[in-house]
């Protein structure tokens, strides 16, 4: 057992419970796609790009960015399908001022699964560039 004194000991149980606590710059909910209908009008509408480990659809919108993600079941179970929403979030989150007004839904593939976070960075950035170019030359 760690034995501290009084000050440190306060000092230690603060700082454990702000890293316990601390949620940082998460996404913030008003960038998420929530509603089923919504999330099903932009698959249907069939505009995407795909990629090694995810493909992403979407639709043009007039308030901002809207973002659903999907891990299916095969990716594994639900704590691994949550912790690669959250790296899809984190990859996603200093790009959200720079996208476009679109409604996204990005479908992570259970290939991403082995794959470092630098990898999965790369390719999920490509995708964003892709729709961008794509994007450009439809509406040219």
């Known amino acids: 057992i760690l034995k501290l004194g009084p000050l440190l000991s306060h000092i230690y149980k ?4 702000y890293f316990l606590n601390y949620r940082g710059d998460s996404v913030k909910k008003k960038y998420r796609l929530k509603k089923n209908h919504e999330i099903a009008a932009v698959v249907t509408k069939k ?8 493909t992403m659809y979407y639709q ?3 308030d901002g960015v809207k973002i659903a993600l999907s891990a299916g079941k095969k990716y594994g179970n639900a704590v691994e399908r949550n912790h690669a929403k959250r790296h ?4 996603l989150r200093p ?11 990005i479908v992570i593939k259970d290939t991403s699964k082995n794959v470092s976070y630098a990898v999965k960075k790369e390719s999920l950035e490509k995708l964003i560039e892709k729709m961008k170019r794509k994007e450009n030359l439809s509406n040219e």
Request: without cysteine; proline residues 3%.
């Open 95 to 105: 790009h959200l001022n720079n996208l476009p007004s679109y409604s996204l839904v």
């Open 60 to 62: 043009k919108r007039l």
């Open 88 to 91: 899809v979030r984190e990859i």
């Open 47 to 54: 505009q995407k790009v795909a990629g090694e480990h995810y």
């Open 14 to 17: 603060e700082w454990s419970f």
